[in-house]
C-alpha cells in the first residue's frame, strides 16, 4: 500500500480573475506564497518521503516551498500537468462564454463530449496523469508520496480511486491548496 497526498498549487491572479490557466504559465501570487507556506506546516504530520510536481510554476513553487519545510526531494512529472484548454487559456471565462457559446455550455454540462479548441480532451489527460501517478506508486511502493498538481488532475484520480461521478470533473470544488490523502494498492 503506497500513501498518496494529492495537493493542489496555491492561488495564483488568473484564479482570482477567472482567468483559464490550462498549461499558461502564470506565477503564484503572493496569496498563494502565503497558502503554500501554511500548507506546508500542515503536510508535516505525513512525514512524506519525497514529492511529485507538475513542472508548471505555480505547483512547482508550491512543491518547492512544501519540500523545503518538509526536508523533500522533488521529483517534476510533466504528466500531472494541468489540462491542455488550446484556445481558452489566457481568457477570462466571460471571453470564452462569448466566443465559443455552444461549446463551452457543454463544457459545462458534458465536459466528457467536448475538446476545448486546439487543447486536450479529458480522456487524454486521465490517460496521462494515471499513466504518472502509477509510474511513481510503483517506484516507491510503500513509501508516503506527495503530488502537486492541479485541479483536473486531482479530479480525474478523485474519480479513479473513490468510484466519484465522472461528471463531477467540471463541479468538484478543490480550493487552492486543497490536500487529501489516498491509499492506493
Known amino acids: 500500500m503506497t500513501s498518496v497526498v494529492l495537493i493542489r498549487h496555491g ?14 504559465d502564470p506565477p503564484l501570487n503572493k496569496k498563494g506564497f502565503e497558502q503554500a507556506k501554511t500548507l506546508a506546516e500542515n503536510l508535516l504530520s505525513f512525514e512524506l518521503d519525497l514529492l511529485f510536481t507538475s513542472p508548471l510554476k505555480r505547483a512547482k513553487k508550491t512543491a518547492e516551498i512544501i519540500a523545503e519545510k518538509n526536508n523533500l526531494p522533488i521529483i517534476e512529472e510533466p504528466r500531472f500537468m494541468e489540462i491542455h484548454q488550446g484556445d481558452w487559456q489566457t481568457r477570462l471565462r466571460s471571453e470564452i462564454e462569448r466566443i465559443y457559446p ?3 455550455k457543454k463544457w459545462e454540462t458534458e465536459p466528457w463530449n467536448v475538446t476545448p479548441p486546439n487543447g486536450e ?3 487524454q489527460v486521465r490517460e496521462r496523469v494515471l499513466e504518472g501517478l502509477h509510474d511513481a506508486v510503483n517506484s516507491y511502493p ?20 473513490q468510484d466519484l461521478d465522472p461528471d463531477i470533473v467540471r463541479t468538484i470544488q478543490l480550493p487552492n491548496t486543497y490536500y487529501e490523502k489516498i491509499e492506493i494498492r
Not at 484564479?15 to 490550462?22: K, P, S
Not at 485541479?151 to 474519480?159: C, F, H, T
Open 121 to 123: 480532451h479529458l480522456n
Open 11 to 24: 492561488e495564483t491572479d488568473w484564479n482570482v480573475e477567472g482567468r483559464y490557466q490550462g498549461q499558461a
Open 142 to 161: 510503500g513509501k508516503k508520496i506527495g503530488v502537486v498538481t492541479h485541479r483536473i488532475p486531482i479530479s480525474l484520480i478523485k474519480m479513479e480511486f
Open 102 to 104: 455552444e461549446l463551452f
